[in-house]
């Protein structure tokens, strides 16, 4: 019975004993859930990677595995194990530029924008003058990114609670003069991607719609047509980014109400016009307008030599009292005179100004400044109208971070288009120099501020990078089916880009942000993890076989010359 009754203790306490290892393994982990902070996860926006003619620009990297650090280093750190975090409100361009153009080393950056700067983001045309002193910061950052070779990752993503608490934090350990390492610990950014690969094939596409006009009877000539013409595609630092509400997502939904508002005057026989409108979406803009040029040249010469005029929509949505006419023709032409005029009288009307500008083209120079003048080039009278007073150099301004829904203005748009349909109705129906309102507000020919809204909102969520944009993407065919709502005949264009520009993808990533603890914690956890396994195996030596056996285990062994006598 007493050897019974010790068996079945000696039971109890090895099923106990056999507990303690679950117990310790919890413990560890739960160790280390507090070390090591559950991943915060942020979308993040990689810098656009592209070559020219095999010249490469933008960031050539895209994972990212290092520890985070603050501007609070001085320039030329090493920072080659180190991604640098930098918010737009504190951005000093020439540190960045130190690391560009001296090709210094650094682990990546991250630049984190205001949520002002969120695509999508709603403020009916914000212009405080710290938001004006960020896109100016921006214009500057951006240009020296992406006309620049970065040997690093390079990603954007938007302040929230996450990066602001991570970045005090990092600012703290940083003040201190010491880098994150895995020896100091402090967070640590991990971005795990594959490496980017070349576009194949990269398209863009034209999309045309048409409403004719109404002969005479007996009349065999072919009518006049008039075009109105937009870019709808963009650029920027971050394809992913890139919406470009007022480059050119202003002057797509304005040729959009254009097209709705001839299409009712259309529709009935009695108010046709003996014109026809010509109305096309075009891509390449960014690419020196490569798509203007290719669907120019695609068009059928008896209806390209057909063209009045053209009229070319870019950035209308971000202006107050004045916009321009360029023009490539001198303004004594005589259609330039007419366009101008009639162009002047409606906006004198509406209560604003427009004015001419003139600027010659270079036939020699393959570069063209505006969309007209491709047409110029085919000796097509046409005109850009715009609130930029000089054109965008090629790869700027087309989309940049900055142009977002903050910054256009719906009212803008909505007397740009006022000042488009008065002077082609003007011009179409001979009602020069008449005091006639055809689209006046409180007629069924008015503007509606809800369709203007919609699509700007629309296309201020929408980047539009050609080259990341396929043949059926849904953008390309709501574009379409809108065209087809208004107009007749729509036809759709895909060609190939021009073979100079090669694009990589890997546009968009997820940054998982770690706390982890120093090499000085982990020896600590180390020696009290081998203290609590000596404790639980002497334990386990007392209860199961007894002290002796124990103490026996400590002892010094006898030695041979004991054991021989």
Avoid at 111 to 120: A, S
Avoid at 207 to 217: K, T
Avoid at 299 to 327: F, P
Wanted: net charge neutral.
């Amino acid at each position: 019975m007493a050897d019974e009754k010790k068996s079945k203790q000696r039971h109890r306490v090895m099923v106990l004993a056999s507990m303690y290892p679950v117990v310790a393994l919890m413990l560890i982990l739960v160790a280390c859930v507090e070390l090591c902070d559950a991943a915060t996860v942020v979308d993040v926006y990689r810098l656009i990677q592209y070559d020219i003619s095999g010249v490469p620009f933008g960031s050539r990297f895209s994972s990212l595995n290092h520890h985070a650090a603050s501007l609070s280093f001085q320039r030329g750190a090493d920072l080659s194990r180190s991604v640098l975090i930098l918010p737009l409100r504190e951005l000093d361009i020439g540190f960045v530029q130190d690391y560009i153009s001296q090709k210094q080393s650094l682990g990546g950056l991250l630049i984190l924008l205001p949520q002002t700067f969120r695509p999508g983001n709603v403020g009916g045309g914000s212009q405080s003058s710290e938001n004006d002193g960020f896109r100016n910061l921006l214009a500057q950052l951006e240009k020296l990114l992406v006309h620049g070779n970065i040997p690093f990752p390079v990603y954007f993503a938007f302040e929230n609670e996450e990066t602001d608490a991570m970045l005090a934090d990092v600012k703290k350990n940083d003040a201190l003069g010491q880098q994150a390492t895995a020896t100091t610990g402090g967070y640590k950014l991990v971005i795990s991607v594959s490496e980017p690969r070349k576009i194949a094939s990269p398209t863009i596409t034209n999309i045309q719609g048409w409403l004719p006009g109404s002969r005479a009877d007996g009349d065999s000539n072919q009518l006049p047509t008039i075009a109105v013409v937009a870019s709808y595609d963009t650029f920027g630092a971050a394809p992913a980014l890139s919406v470009g509400s007022d480059s050119n997502g202003s002057g797509v939904v304005s040729l959009l109400e254009v097209a709705r508002l001839f299409s009712i005057l259309y529709s009935n026989p009695k108010t046709r016009g003996r014109y026809n409108l010509l109305f096309a979406l075009t891509s390449g803009g960014p690419y020196n307008y490569e798509g203007t040029q290719k669907w120019l040249k695609s068009l059928d010469q008896r209806m390209r030599e057909s063209i009045d005029y053209a009229i070319c929509l870019n950035s209308v949505g971000s202006w107050d009292n004045e916009l321009l006419i360029h023009v490539s023709k001198p303004p004594d032409n005589a259609y330039i005179k007419q366009i101008f005029e009639g162009f002047s009288n409606v906006a004198e009307d509406l209560g604003f100004q427009v004015a001419l500008k003139h600027k010659k083209i270079n036939i020699s120079n393959s570069r063209v400044a505006w969309e007209h003048e491709q047409f110029s080039r085919l000796r097509v009278t046409a005109a850009t109208l715009s609130e930029l007073s000089t054109p965008p150099e090629l790869l700027e301004n087309t989309g940049s971070l900055s142009d977002t829904r903050q910054l256009v203005n719906e009212d803008a748009i909505i007397k740009g288009v006022k000042l488009v349909a008065e002077s082609l109705a003007k011009h179409i129906y001979g009602h020069q120099g008449k005091d006639i309102k055809i689209f006046a507000d409180d007629s069924s020919l008015a503007v509606n501020p809800f369709y203007v809204r919609s699509w700007l909102d629309l296309l201020s969520q929408t980047p539009r990078v050609a080259p990341f944009l396929s043949k059926n993407d849904p953008l390309i065919m709501a574009l379409k089916k809108e065209l087809e709502e208004y107009t007749a005949e729509v036809s759709v264009q895909h060609e190939s880009l021009d073979g100079s520009f090669t694009f990589y993808d890997s546009t968009k990533a997820s940054l998982n942000i770690y706390q982890v603890a120093s090499v000085t914690f982990d020896l600590l956890l180390l020696l009290v993890l081998g203290s609590y396994l000596i404790v639980l195996f002497s334990f386990l030596v007392i209860t199961t076989r007894g002290l002796d056996d124990l103490i026996s285990l400590f002892r010094r062994p006898p030695s041979r010359k004991v054991k021989m006598a």
